[in-house]
């Protein structure tokens, strides 16, 4: 084997990571199968880690966490324009704030 670059699971590591680090735990919240962990730094962010180990299913996202922007475990960010998500095994970060693609360039 070489391994002169990341594969998958170790770019997935990082990006658990980088959610997590300097980050603190609010809350936590197992509804209809679908995990939920509120996350918050100081400086006013929050964003939310959301699965659903069982599979797929669609998640009304709650509007007052007014989410921006979804990071997914590859190292994608989309722009969340509000309604459901479908959400599986992989978690998802749900970020507050308005999603600009700026992040994506660089």
């Known amino acids: 084997f070489q391994?002169?670059?990341?594969?998958?699971?170790?770019?997935?590591?990082?990006?658990?990571?980088?959610?997590?680090?300097?980050?603190?735990?609010?809350?936590?919240?197992?509804?209809?199968?679908?995990?939920?962990?509120?996350?918050?730094?100081?400086?006013?962010?929050?964003?939310?880690v959301v699965w659903r180990p069982a599979g797929w299913a669609s998640f009304l996202v709650p509007s007052n966490w007014n989410i921006g922007q979804v990071r997914d475990l590859g190292g994608g960010i989309s722009p969340f324009l509000g309604g459901s998500l479908s959400v599986g095994p992989a978690p998802q970060l749900l970020e507050q704030g308005v999603w600009t693609g700026l992040e994506q360039a660089g």
């Open 3 to 48: 391994y002169d670059s990341i594969t998958p699971p170790g770019i997935a590591y990082q990006q658990t990571a980088d959610w997590l680090t300097g980050a603190s735990m609010v809350s936590r919240n197992v509804a209809n199968g679908v995990w939920t962990i509120e996350l918050a730094r100081p400086g006013g962010y929050q964003a939310w």
